[in-house]
């Protein structure tokens, strides 16, 4: 079992920057896949990024490459989303999640906000 909890958002103006955090409980975190999704009202949940359990490969949504950073610290048991250059279209939940296969994903996290005001 991993219990996933994010944190990091809120709101900020367009042009800014965040970073979100994802702390992992157990002691295998760093065998899992981790990624980072978004779900805007109305909308379908979209991926936003992946990484592998060894940070080896790291894979964007066409609408983040260039502004969105997925990195992790298997020491620390967390994940991180270093978010910049924001824009309205990036306000969401944003969820993280676990998965033993890269792209499957087991366990997600409770999501925290993010909101881009213009």
């Known amino acids: 079992q991993v219990q996933l909890v994010e944190s990091g958002g809120g709101l900020v103006q367009a042009g800014g920057s965040l970073r979100l955090s994802c702390a992992a409980s157990?002691?295998?975190?760093?065998?899992?896949?981790m990624g980072w999704f978004r779900q805007a009202p109305g909308k379908e949940r979209e991926i936003v990024a992946r990484i592998s359990w060894s940070s080896e490969i790291t894979v964007y949504a066409d609408s983040v490459k260039g502004r969105f950073t997925i990195s992790r610290d298997n020491a620390k048991n967390t994940v991180y989303l270093q978010m910049n250059s924001l824009k309205p279209e990036d306000t969401a939940m944003y969820y993280c999640?676990?998965?033993?296969?890269?792209?499957?994903?087991?366990?997600w996290g409770q999501g925290t906000q993010v909101t881009v005001s213009s």
């Open positions: 999640a676990a998965g033993k296969v890269f792209n499957q994903y087991d366990y």
């Open positions: 157990g002691r295998t975190f760093s065998s899992y896949a």
